[in-house]
C-alpha cells in the first residue's frame, strides 16, 4: 500500500513541467542567496552588540516614570 516508483514517476514529471529545470535551479539559488543574508544579518548584530553593549542609565535619586505617575494622582 506504498508508494510505488510509478506514482514517484509521475509526481517529478509534473513538478519538472510546472517549474521546469531552470525554474528549480533559480529557486535553489535564490533560497541560498536568502540563507547568506540571513547569516550576515545575525553576524552584524553580534557585531553591533559586542562594540556597544547598551546601558541604562538611572540615578537613585530619580522616581521611574510610574512612580512619578502615581505621585500626580495622588496629588489630585
Not at 506514482?7 to 542567496?33: N, T, Y
Not at 547598551?54 to 512619578?68: F, L, M, R, S
Request: hydrophobic share 45%; net charge negative.
Amino acid at each position: 500500500m506504498g508508494i510505488s516508483i510509478w506514482q514517484i514517476l509521475i509526481i517529478a514529471v509534473v513538478v519538472v513541467l510546472l517549474f521546469g529545470r531552470g525554474k528549480i535551479s533559480e529557486l535553489m539559488g535564490d533560497v541560498a542567496k536568502g540563507i547568506k543574508s540571513f547569516k550576515k544579518g545575525m553576524a552584524e548584530d553580534d557585531a553591533d552588540t559586542s562594540e556597544s553593549p547598551k546601558t541604562i542609565d538611572h540615578q537613585a535619586g530619580e522616581p521611574v516614570a510610574a512612580e512619578k505617575a502615581e505621585d500626580k494622582s495622588k496629588a489630585s
